[in-house]
C-alpha cells in the first residue's frame, strides 16, 4: 500500500503546469486531492490540465491572497503542496505590489493559518532559482547568495524563508524546492511568463521561426514528471524538512543548443536569433544551472529524463492539445 | 562650505533613535531637514529627540505606509535616510503582517515613489544584521548567507533588496547599511525593542538590579554618533550605491563583560543573571560580530567610541532626562 494512499493533499495552483502533475500522480497513488487556483488569465492556470482527473479531484476556484478561504481550505489537509505565486518576472517590475501581495503577504498568512489551525500539515513549497540572481559561480549550490534581479526574486525568496521560518520555530514542517527551467506539457505557451520553451514550441508546431535571444548563455531544465518525484519525495522525507533545495536538469545547455535540439526533435522547423530586448536585459542573471548534489543526498532524488526525451514528450501532447493553450 | 549646506534631506523614522541624531547633524552641516515619524508608541520616536532642534526642523507626524502622503513627502528631496521601520523580533512573531506591511510593502511603494517622482534623489537604507541569523562563522561579512530567524528579519531582508535593485535597474541611488546593537542617547528604554540595553541603563539609574540573559553571548555595539557619521558618508561617496555594508563596533564583548563596564562606568549598580526566556530563545542568533572591512575599504568609515565611552555619554543623558523616556 502506498504511503500517500487516503491522505488529503491540498495544492495551490493546482490546476496549474506544475499543480496539475502532482494533481494526477496524487490521485493515481490514492490520495484525496483539492485543488486550489484562480485561474488569473496570466497565470499558469487552465481547467484542460485536469480534464483527464476533474471527477477525482475537488476543484475550488480561489485566490491564496483570499485569508478567510484558505482558513478553511488548510484545515483538514495532511500535505500542503504550496506552487501558487506571481512567476512573471517582468510582470514584478511593472506591478511590484501584486507579486507582493502573492508571494510575501499571501504565503504568510498561509502558514499563519497552518499555525493556528493545522499544525501537523506537512507543506512543500515551490521556490526558484531566479532567487539566485546573476551566478558569482557555476554550478550554483544552495551556499550562494541569494541576489534577486528582480522583484519577484526578492519576494520569492521572503516566501521561502517564511515557510523554513515556521518550520524552524513553530514546528510547521515545511522545505522549499528551488526549482530551474521547468517545462513539458501544461506548461503555458502562450508567451513567455512561465519559460522561453513554452513560446518556442508553439511557434514551431505553428509552423513559424521561433525567437532566439543571443542563444549562447547556459540553462538547464528538468521535466515536469521529474519536478513531480521531487515534490512527492520532500513531502514524505522528514530529512527534507527545514530545507531548501535546488532542483537541476539531467544536462547543461546553451540556448542555441537547445534551440537546434528542438528543430531537430520536431523534425523540422527553424529559429531566428535576435537582440536582447532591453527591458529584459536589465533583469537577466546570464548563464545559470544548478548544483543538484544536495537534494540527492539528503532525500535521493535527481532528474531522470533527458532534454531530448522530455521535449519529445512536450512536443507531442501540444501537437494534439495546441488549441487548448493558446 | 560643507556638502550638505542647502540640500534637502528627508528622514523617515526622523523622531527615533537615530533618525533624530542624523537630524541634528544634518541641520547643523545646514541641511533643510523634513522628518517623517508616526509616533508608533511601541517605536523610538519620542518629540524629546528633537526638542533641542523643532524650529529648525520640518516634522511631519505621517507613516510610511500612507502611500499617499509619501508621495508628496518625497518629492523635493534631494536626500532619503529611510530608517523607519518595525524593529522588534518577537513583534514580527506575534504581528507579522503588520512587519510585513512596514518593511516590505511600505519600502515598495517608497521606491516606486522615488521611481516615478524623483528618480535623482540619494537614499541610504538601514538594514541590519538581524538577517543573517545565527552565524555560520565569526565575524559576520558581506558574503553570509542571509538566513533569518524571524519574521522581521526576511522582511528587513526584502526591504534592503527592493533598494539595490531599484539602484541596479532603474538607477534610484541607494544602499543599504547593515546596523548592529546600536546605542546612545535617544535609544528607547522602556522596554528591550530597540535594544535590551536601554532597559539595563534605565534599571541601573533607578537603582534597581538589571536582568543579564545568561551572560556570555559575544556582541558588538556601535554609539550612535558613529552611526551617524556612518549614514552622511553613504550619502555623500558614489561608491556605496548598489552596495550592502556591515556597521561593526570598536571592540567584541561577552553580555556577562558589557554588564560589568555598565556597572564600573556608573558608578555601581548591580544585575542579576537569569535564564534565556523561551520565545525569545528560539529566535536568539547566539554569538554575534560583524566585519566591517568593506565599508572601511570603500567609503573609509569605521567606529570610533569605545563601548566604554559611549556608555559613559549615554548615562550622562538619561541621568538628567530619564522621565522623557519610560
Given at each position: 500500500m502506498n504511503a500517500l494512499a487516503g491522505r488529503n493533499a491540498l495544492i495551490t495552483g493546482g490546476l496549474g503546469f506544475i499543480g496539475s502533475h502532482l494533481a494526477r500522480r496524487l490521485v493515481d497513488e490514492g490520495a484525496e486531492v483539492t485543488l486550489v487556483d484562480s485561474?488569473?488569465?496570466?497565470?499558469?492556470?487552465?481547467?484542460f490540465n485536469v480534464a483527464a482527473i476533474a471527477d477525482r479531484v475537488h476543484i475550488n476556484i480561489s485566490d491564496v491572497r483570499d485569508e478567510h478561504g484558505m482558513r478553511y481550505l488548510i484545515q483538514?489537509?495532511?500535505?500542503?503542496?504550496?506552487?501558487?505565486?506571481?512567476?512573471g518576472h517582468l510582470d514584478s517590475m511593472t506591478d511590484p505590489e501584486t507579486d507582493l501581495e502573492i508571494n510575501c503577504r499571501a504565503q504568510l498568512a498561509i502558514l499563519e493559518t497552518c499555525r493556528k489551525y493545522n499544525p501537523e500539515i506537512q507543506i512543500v513549497f515551490a521556490s526558484t532559482r531566479?532567487?539566485?540572481?546573476?551566478?558569482?559561480?557555476?554550478?550554483?549550490?544552495?551556499?550562494?547568495?541569494?541576489?534577486?534581479?528582480d522583484v519577484n526574486g526578492i519576494n520569492k525568496a521572503a516566501g521561502e524563508a517564511y515557510h523554513i521560518l515556521y518550520n524552524d520555530?513553530?514546528?510547521?514542517?515545511s522545505c522549499a524546492l528551488r526549482l530551474t527551467n521547468t517545462y513539458g506539457p501544461h506548461m503555458r505557451i502562450c508567451d513567455a511568463r512561465q519559460t522561453f520553451l513554452g513560446i518556442w514550441v508553439r511557434r514551431i508546431l505553428e509552423g513559424q521561426p521561433f525567437e532566439v535571444w543571443e542563444g549562447q548563455q547556459l540553462r538547464d531544465f528538468t521535466y515536469v514528471d521529474d519536478a513531480v518525484d521531487a515534490f512527492l519525495a520532500a513531502a514524505q522525507?522528514?530529512?527534507?524538512?527545514g530545507k531548501t533545495f535546488n532542483l537541476g536538469g539531467t544536462e547543461v545547455i546553451s540556448l542555441h543548443d537547445v534551440a537546434e535540439l528542438l528543430v531537430k526533435v520536431n523534425g523540422g522547423g527553424s529559429y531566428e536569433t535576435k537582440s536582447f530586448p532591453a527591458e529584459r536585459k536589465r533583469i537577466d542573471i546570464g548563464d545559470y544551472y544548478s548544483d543538484g548534489a544536495a537534494i540527492k543526498a539528503a532525500i535521493g532524488w535527481e532528474p531522470k529524463v533527458s532534454l531530448e526525451v522530455g521535449l519529445a514528450r512536450t512536443l507531442e501532447f501540444y501537437r494534439t492539445n495546441l488549441n487548448r493553450y493558446v
Open positions: 485561474l488569473i488569465p496570466e497565470y499558469g492556470g487552465n481547467m483538514g489537509h495532511d500535505l500542503l503542496f504550496n506552487l501558487a505565486g506571481q512567476t531566479q532567487i539566485y540572481g546573476r551566478p558569482a559561480y557555476l554550478p550554483v549550490d544552495e551556499k550562494h547568495l541569494v541576489r534577486p534581479v520555530v513553530y514546528g510547521i514542517r522525507d522528514e530529512r527534507a524538512n
